[in-house]
């Protein structure tokens, strides 16, 4: 009796093994399934070496749950075109209700942002912002996938805008014209890991009776005060009198100012004002005078919303703003406001 009780427990082990995970597999098929029903995210702390990016998860709980103890591990990603700046997950997560907010929470290096800018520029200036997310039901060993999340989201820029003008001005230096401004344009060179170049032409008239030489061209670029791009580019030019010339100058962002550029762009809602002023310097009469190319220098506000609630691919809630208001639902900002106000919640959460 001894030794068939013996043969008996391995057995005893695979059948009740067994019949657990059938009870999972048949419970995943048969009743609804956990799945994500809405993404949000949004920009948490920013700091000089790293951004916070915050992600909430509406998760919709199924019969299933509440059959078997099961738990639910998120994982997510969130790329800005060809470079992913994030992943994280959240594991063991045990919904408790209908709906579920979850919040993952995981940074993103700031040394990455130059390497998306220069996606952005060599892709005309179109960012395809990605969040990947992706369910998995788990019990013990067993794993089972359930839903995927895709939200995306295309950012479009036209920094250059304001240089592409047919209109005819005047550059009036020494109390009198200088150059009669006919166009301008301008366009990206091809961005690389360490730089951005900025072509920039204009097609001149001097209406002088002597000829103007220009020595050298200079530019200065800021984004947000912080100066990413400053030189002075020899490159003489002489403009006959009652002649028309097209004057090419090319100025370079410092892509490795990016990341400190980054942090304000972030502080200011995805704001920054872009200056760039272009100057020359030219020989008139045997003297030499730096002048501002007003005509080249311009300002530009440039915003972006890389993370929105529109675009996904999956059907369900378009926000997770409708879903009820208690603590577990709260925005990152709303949340800690919450628990600085409410002691004994923030002790009971770090216990």
């Known amino acids: 009796m001894d030794l068939e009780s013996s043969l008996n427990k391995p057995l005893l082990v695979i059948v009740v093994v067994f019949l657990v995970v059938s009870t999972v597999v048949l419970c995943v098929i048969a009743f609804d399934r956990p799945r994500i029903t809405a993404v ?28 078997i103890e099961l738990f639910v591990d998120v994982e997510y990603s969130v790329s800005l075109n060809t470079v992913e700046i994030a992943r994280g997950e959240k594991q063991s997560i045990q919904p408790s209700g ?3 907010v979850v919040t993952v929470s995981t940074w993103a290096n700031n040394d990455d942002i130059p390497k998306w800018w ?19 039901l788990t019990h013990d060993d067993l794993r089972v996938p359930l839903n995927s ?4 989201r295309t950012v479009r820029t036209n920094i250059l805008e304001p240089l592409q003008n047919n209109e005819t001005r005047t550059l009036r230096t020494f109390d009198q014209p200088l150059f009669i401004v006919n166009r301008t344009a ?3 060179g091809q961005a690389t890991a360490r730089q951005t170049p900025l072509i920039a032409s204009a097609t001149i008239t001097n209406p002088l009776p002597n000829a103007v030489p220009i020595l050298n061209i200079g530019y200065t670029i800021r984004m ?23 004057i090419e100058t090319r100025a370079i962002i ?24 272009f100057y020359a310097t030219i020989e008139y009469n045997g003297v ?38 208690t603590p577990a639902h709260l925005f990152p900002s709303d949340r800690r406001r919450f628990l600085m106000e409410n002691p004994s919640e923030r002790l009971q959460r770090n216990r």
């Open 40 to 67: 949000n995210t949004e920009w948490g702390t920013v700091t000089e070496d790293r951004t916070e990016i915050v992600t909430q998860l509406a998760i919709e709980n199924p019969r299933i749950l509440g059959i």
């Open 98 to 100: 209908k709906q579920n």
């Open 118 to 136: 220069v996606t952005h520029i060599n892709n005309n200036q179109t960012t395809t912002v990605r969040v990947n997310t992706d369910v998995v």
């Open 149 to 152: 999340w895709t939200r995306t």
């Open 186 to 188: 301008a366009h990206w």
């Open 224 to 246: 947000n005060d912080i100066r990413v791009g400053s030189d002075v580019v020899d490159q003489r030019t002489d403009i006959p009198p009652g002649s028309t010339r097209t």
């Open 254 to 277: 410092n892509n490795t100012r990016l990341d400190e550029w980054w942090v304000t762009h972030l502080q200011r809602n995805e704001t920054t004002q872009l200056t760039v002023d």
């Open 288 to 325: 030499q005078r730096r002048i501002p190319l007003d005509f080249l220098t311009y300002q530009r506000t440039i915003h972006t919303q890389l993370f929105s609630k529109n675009n996904s691919t999956e059907r369900g809630r378009d926000s997770i703003s409708d879903l009820p208001r």
